[in-house]
């Protein structure tokens, strides 16, 4: 499958594709961050997301979504690119925008079997957490420990003087 042919600019035109996938009894795994400067982490974590099931949807914040969490920095790229680095990867079946802070409205709209999260939160930091057990699905931690961030990149960068 083509990259472009995995994005779907509004969410609701992805809900009959995944609801064919339901029906012939796929496991759909639904992940989501800003992925911004792509880091090993983050291919760990969407390989190890993949792994759960059959049907990987990864939802990539928009810089709207982004700018109502005051602990993130603006995002480097745009998310349009970003969405298009994330569809690029071979364990990634669907990529689509996150408007909201939380991704409850997905959660809802796709009633995923698995929600995918790093292994840098746990329940109680989820609220997203009863939108996914209301549907039927759960939780799964995946991927590295976390050594690896976005953050700790643009400090580097940001020692080096490059930005």
């Known amino acids: 499958m083509d990259s472009f042919e995995k ?11 995944l609801e064919q996938h339901r029906e012939r009894g796929e496991i ?4 989501n961050g800003c992925f911004d400067l792509i880091h090993v982490g983050h291919i760990r ?7 759960l099931g059959d049907v990987l949807v990864i939802a990539v914040n ?3 979504s982004i700018a109502t969490n005051s602990n993130r920095e603006p995002s480097i790229n745009p998310c349009e690119e970003r969405m298009e680095v994330i ?4 364990a990634v079946d669907y990529v689509i925008p996150l408007n909201a ?3 409850i409205p997905l959660i809802e709209l796709y009633r995923p079997h698995i929600q995918a999260k790093g292994t840098d939160y746990t329940l109680a930091q989820m609220p997203e ?6 549907g039927g699905g759960r939780i799964e931690f995946v991927g590295d420990d976390k050594t690896h ?8 960068l940001r020692q080096r003087g490059e930005i």
């Open 45 to 51: 974590y969407m390989e190890a997301a993949k792994s």
């Open 62 to 64: 928009t810089e709207a």
């Open 87 to 90: 569809a690029a990867l071979a």
């Open 7 to 17: 994005i779907y600019s509004d969410p609701h035109d992805l809900v009959p594709i």
């Open 101 to 103: 802070a939380i991704p």
């Open 129 to 134: 957490r009863f939108a996914v057990e209301a």
């Open 28 to 31: 759909i795994v639904f992940g």
């Open 149 to 156: 961030s976005s953050t700790a990149l643009r400090e580097a």
